[in-house]
């Protein structure tokens, strides 16, 4: 994977990125309504942006989609996340990994993931507890993709060398759903979920944060 970027021409810039470019590109599913949401926003999305507020103005500093952490287990492929951004708030830094969702679910459960885990599998998710400061054995009803996207989080904070870490829920469901999962992960670290609410997870460096966003609806229909 190169490490040069270059900037999107507008939302359809965010396809040709996705695994799938065909497949997941589709009116009312997560890709296209957080690409049509984070280009017309130019800068952070408000709802993201209010959940720094209690912290500092927050100023996005730049974002890229579709943004690859390489993690133990090199046969199971990087973390693939919807959106990387560098963000200013107040006088921190934060490294903040998005993760889209309209009505899509969070991926395997934790159990499902392990069913005959490989030496990579058990590699990896001795790395990510590490990472995170959670301590096996982990619920089976968790769902493994939130683990690596908050792990990314912490991973390129320590990277850029920011202040803090976030992994952010960027939520397009008007019914919330899988909110109840996000809310199950939070619990691991002695938080209570809120939407629209960032929250502490953990205070060791980098600070880690996370959160559910709601998105504005209206992007469904892009």
């Known amino acids: 994977m190169s490490n040069i970027y270059v900037p999107t021409s507008g939302p359809h810039g965010w396809q040709r990125l996705l695994a799938k470019p065909e497949k997941q590109w589709s009116t009312g599913y997560s890709a296209k309504t957080l690409a049509h949401c984070w280009e017309a926003a130019n800068g952070l999305p408000p709802e993201i942006a209010s959940m720094f507020e209690p912290h500092g103005r927050a ?4 974002a890229i989609p579709e943004y690859k952490v390489s993690l133990p287990g090199s046969s199971l492929g990087a973390s693939q996340n919807d959106v990387f951004a560098l963000a200013r708030v107040g006088n921190l830094t934060y490294a903040v990994m998005v993760e889209g969702k309209v009505n899509e679910p969070f991926g395997e459960r934790l159990g499902d993931w392990l069913h005959n885990a490989s030496e990579g599998k058990r590699e990896r998710l001795e790395y990510l507890c590490k990472t995170l400061g959670l301590a096996q054995p982990l619920p089976h009803d968790l769902h493994y993709q939130l683990l690596h996207r908050t792990a990314s989080a ?12 976030a992994m952010i829920v960027h939520s397009f469901s008007p019914e919330k759903m899988w909110f109840d999962s996000f809310a199950r992960f939070a619990a691991l670290f002695g938080a209570t979920a809120v939407p629209g609410k960032l929250i502490a997870a953990r205070a060791s460096a ?3 944060h996370i959160g559910w966003a709601c998105g504005d609806c209206a992007f469904l229909a892009a």
């Open 206 to 208: 980098p600070a880690l």
């Open 154 to 165: 912490v991973i390129e904070a320590k990277r850029f060398k920011t202040d803090a870490a």
């Open 59 to 62: 100023e996005l500093l730049i």
